[in-house]
C-alpha cells in the first residue's frame, strides 16, 4: 500500500501563487509516476500535470502550460505543484495520485490517492 499525504492549498487573489505538496509513503517502489488532478464542483475529475519518479518526463495539461510546474524530491519522496499567476479558473480540489509504470492523464488509470486540497483562486 501508498499512502499520500497532502499540503498546501488555500485562498488566493488571481494572479497569486500556491505550492500543493504531496509526501509518499509505504510501499513507494511500487509506483513510477505521480500526477496531479483537480476536481471543481459538478465537473469531473480532469488531469492537471505529472512526473515520474526517475528521469525528466513530464506532462501538463494545456490550460496550466507556463503556469504551474510539478517537481519532485526523491530524498522526501515527496512531489509538488507550483501554481502561478492562478486564475479563477483554477478553483477546484486538488488531488495526488499515484500509479505503476507510466504517467497517463486518465484518472482511473491511478492506483493511489491523496485526501485532496482545496485551492480557491478569487477575482
Known amino acids: 500500500q501508498v499512502q499520500l499525504v497532502q499540503s498546501g492549498g488555500g485562498l488566493v487573489q488571481a494572479g497569486g501563487s500556491l505550492r500543493l505538496s504531496c509526501a509518499a509513503s509505504?510501499?513507494?517502489?511500487?509506483?513510477?509516476?505521480m500526477g496531479w488532478f483537480r476536481q471543481a464542483p459538478g465537473m469531473e475529475r480532469e488531469f492537471v500535470a505529472a512526473?515520474?519518479?526517475?528521469?525528466?518526463?513530464?506532462k501538463y495539461a494545456d490550460s496550466v502550460k507556463g503556469r504551474f510546474t510539478i517537481s519532485r524530491d526523491n530524498a522526501k519522496n515527496t512531489v509538488y505543484l507550483q501554481m502561478t499567476s492562478l486564475k479563477p479558473e483554477d478553483t477546484a480540489v486538488y488531488y495526488c495520485?499515484?500509479?505503476?509504470?507510466?504517467?497517463?492523464?486518465?484518472?482511473?488509470?491511478?492506483?493511489?490517492w491523496g485526501q485532496g486540497t482545496q485551492v480557491t483562486v478569487s477575482s
Open positions: 509505504g510501499h513507494t517502489f511500487s509506483t513510477d509516476a
Open positions: 495520485a499515484a500509479r505503476r509504470l507510466f504517467i497517463t492523464t486518465t484518472p482511473g488509470t491511478y492506483e493511489y
Open positions: 512526473i515520474r519518479w526517475s528521469g525528466s518526463s513530464t
